[in-house]
């Protein structure tokens, strides 16, 4: 994205950002959405937009497509982005904002990875572990038809949605696959939602990086996940590769600065998904 993409972000920005989700995300209610979360929100679309990662798991507020996509309509009338963009709906349960390019090639690549870079917490393990041959073609399948509909489901415009109806589908682990994690959790359906991470020492990744498009000091976070700090070194080299295709992406861009990564080790008495 060149410089000429924010010609049109005047001063005001910040106060025309945290006004249009205000606005548009509320329902239709007076909804006061703190003006940091608004810019934050902003900013991972933005993010979105620059290609520094495929998608955002809307969790906010109650609105659904078509007030996101009246959200999206401000931001554009703002200059912040002119790039297309996919909203995908899972089964009224999620709704996830794409860069349909990105996450198209996110879903392929973990396709075609060996070792499959699932990560099976359930409830009856003793300790986190990689998926099995078994469990992780099933994740395959389910990641092949979802790839599948979002090469059908994108349409021209600047913004297309679709809405995908899952077959079984452990929808923590696309939702990782999604967001770019480079490891994903999951877990058996058939043991309910619960999982072995309690009290279990997990390495938690962050990448920032600040958005003077937005508003000068900004800092938004690109990207948090978490691995199991004794399945890390399973994992070296997938979060070596993630590191470096983030750094590649945000060499290409514009609208960030100064990229920071770190991790850091927590326990937790229960870790939901």
Same mark, same amino acid.
């Given at each position: 994205?060149?410089?000429?993409?924010? @010609?049109?972000?005047?001063?005001?920005?910040?106060?025309?950002?945290? &006004? *249009?989700?205000?606005? /548009?995300l509320?329902?239709?209610?007076?909804?006061?959405?703190?003006?940091?979360? @608004?810019?934050?929100?902003?900013?991972?679309?933005l993010?979105?937009?620059?290609?520094?990662?495929?998608a955002?798991? #809307? +969790?906010?507020?109650? *609105?659904g497509?078509? /007030?996101?996509?009246? #959200?999206?309509?401000?931001?554009?009338?703002?200059?912040?982005?002119?790039?297309?963009?996919?909203?995908?709906?899972?089964?009224?349960?999620?709704?996830?904002?794409?860069?349909?390019?990105? *996450?198209?090639?996110?879903?392929?690549?973990?396709?075609? @990875?060996?070792?499959?870079?699932?990560?099976?917490?359930?409830?009856?393990?003793?300790?986190?572990?990689?998926?099995?041959?078994?469990?992780?073609?099933?994740?395959?399948?389910?990641?092949? *038809?979802?790839? &599948?509909?979002?090469?059908?489901?994108?349409?021209?415009?600047?913004?297309?949605?679709?809405?995908?109806?899952?077959?079984?589908?452990?929808?923590?682990?696309?939702?990782?696959?999604?967001l770019? #994690?480079?490891?994903?959790?999951?877990?058996?359906?058939?043991?309910?939602?619960?999982?072995?991470?309690?009290?279990?020492?997990l390495?938690?990744?962050? &990448?920032?990086?600040?958005?003077?498009?937005?508003?000068?000091?900004?800092?938004?976070?690109?990207?948090?996940?978490?691995?199991?700090?004794?399945?890390?070194?399973?994992?070296?080299?997938?979060l +070596?590769?993630?590191? /470096? /295709?983030?750094?590649k &992406?945000?060499?290409?861009?514009? +609208?960030?600065? +100064?990229?920071?990564?770190?991790?850091?080790?927590?326990?937790?008495?229960?870790?939901?998904?």
């Amino acid at each position: 994205m060149g410089p000429e993409a924010g @010609a049109g972000l005047a001063v005001s920005a910040p106060r025309l950002l945290v &006004a *249009a989700a205000r606005e /548009e995300l509320g329902g239709g209610r007076r909804w006061r959405l703190p003006a940091a979360r @608004a810019l934050q929100l902003a900013g991972e679309v933005l993010a979105v937009a620059a290609g520094l990662k495929p998608a955002l798991l #809307y +969790d906010c507020g109650a *609105a659904g497509p078509a /007030e996101l996509r009246r #959200y999206l309509s401000r931001l554009r009338e703002a200059g912040l982005v002119p790039h297309r963009l996919h909203l995908l709906r899972v089964e009224g349960s999620a709704l996830l904002l794409l860069h349909p390019a990105l *996450a198209r090639r996110r879903v392929a690549a973990v396709l075609g @990875a060996h070792p499959a870079p699932f990560m099976d917490v359930s409830a009856g393990r003793q300790r986190p572990a990689l998926c099995g041959p078994e469990e992780a073609e099933a994740i395959r399948g389910h990641l092949a *038809a979802l790839l &599948a509909h979002l090469g059908a489901a994108e349409a021209a415009g600047p913004v297309s949605s679709s809405e995908v109806v899952p077959a079984g589908w452990n929808l923590c682990t696309v939702a990782g696959v999604l967001l770019g #994690y480079p490891a994903a959790y999951t877990f058996s359906l058939e043991q309910g939602t619960e999982n072995c991470l309690a009290l279990t020492p997990l390495r938690v990744f962050t &990448a920032q990086a600040l958005c003077p498009r937005i508003k000068e000091g900004l800092r938004v976070r690109i990207s948090s996940f978490s691995i199991p700090e004794s399945l890390c070194a399973e994992l070296a080299e997938v979060l +070596d590769a993630w590191c /470096e /295709e983030l750094r590649k &992406a945000f060499s290409a861009q514009r +609208d960030f600065v +100064d990229l920071q990564i770190s991790s850091e080790v927590v326990t937790l008495p229960a870790v939901a998904l």
